[in-house]
T-cell receptor, first 108, second 116 residues
Framework: QKEVEQNSGPLSVPEGAIASLNCTYSDRVSQSFFWYRQYSGKSPELIMSIYSNGDKEDGRFTAQLNKASQYVSLLIRDSQPSDSATYLCAVGADGLTFGKGTHLIIQP | GAVVSQHPSWVICKSGTSVKIECRSLDFQATTMFWYRQFPKQSLMLMATSNEGSKATYEQGVEKDKFLINHASLTLSTLTVTSAHPEDSSFYIC????????????FGPGTRLTVL
């Protein structure tokens, strides 16, 4: 059974600091990895996708993938209070397997 | 681009009734759509994969006779919860996939179902 593990948090980070979110997955043949942001009562919003080992940067967000370690991370630089949300790690090429999410709180 | 809509956004029904939820891709054709369910404080769980013109593929543990899926066109998939019970109360979210390998899925806004 495919599993995606995340620390549920809450992870509290001061405004302006770097927030680091981590995720591990069990299916070694996975090819596609995604980070979604979900606000309470809303559906997930795609933040980043990553398919190759290494880093991928998009604005304040950097996704990191290490397939050998089966590890994905998301860094949020210059954290803003509006970044406070639950961040979901998802794995898969068709139907996605989601982690339970990390609740991130940015303290003003 | 890549907008997915769902209707209704919320529904309250009595136990034993059936509820239909629509998922539409508004600006692209979706050969594949997915239905997820999210219980409070839980993550999204894939229920089924819906392919245009063919039968849906259900995940283990999801009753196909209870959750009827129809994907009659490249822009519309429907989920019908038959004989709904309180334990079916959940947040139902669809996503649409343009059909290319490794493509991102685009999620609808979700439907909050409450069964009394």
């Amino acid at each position: 059974q495919k599993e995606v593990e995340q620390n549920s948090g809450p992870l509290s980070v001061p405004e302006g600091a770097i927030a680091s979110l981590n995720c591990t997955y069990s299916d070694r043949v996975s090819q596609s990895f995604f980070w979604y942001r979900q606000y309470s009562g809303k559906s997930p919003e795609l933040i980043m996708s990553i398919y190759s080992n290494g880093d991928k940067e998009d604005g304040r967000f950097t996704a990191q993938l290490n397939k050998a370690s089966q590890y994905v991370s998301l860094l949020i630089r210059d954290s803003q209070p509006s970044d406070s949300a639950t961040y979901l790690c998802a794995v898969g090429a068709d139907g996605l397997t989601f982690g339970k999410g990390t609740h991130l709180i940015i303290q003003p | 681009g890549a907008v997915v809509s769902q209707h209704p956004s919320w529904v309250i029904c009595k136990s034993g009734t059936s509820v239909k939820i629509e998922c539409r891709s508004l600006d692209f054709q979706a050969t594949t759509m997915f239905w997820y369910r999210q219980f409070p404080k839980q993550s999204l769980m894939l229920m089924a994969t819906s392919n245009e013109g063919s039968k849906a593929t259900y995940e283990q543990g999801v009753e196909k006779d209870k959750f009827l899926i129809n994907h009659a066109s490249l822009t519309l998939s429907t989920l019908t919860v038959t004989s709904a019970h309180p334990e079916d109360s959940s947040f139902y979210i669809c996503s649409a996939h343009p059909g290319l390998a490794l493509d991102e899925q685009f999620f609808g806004p979700g439907t909050r179902l409450t069964v009394l």
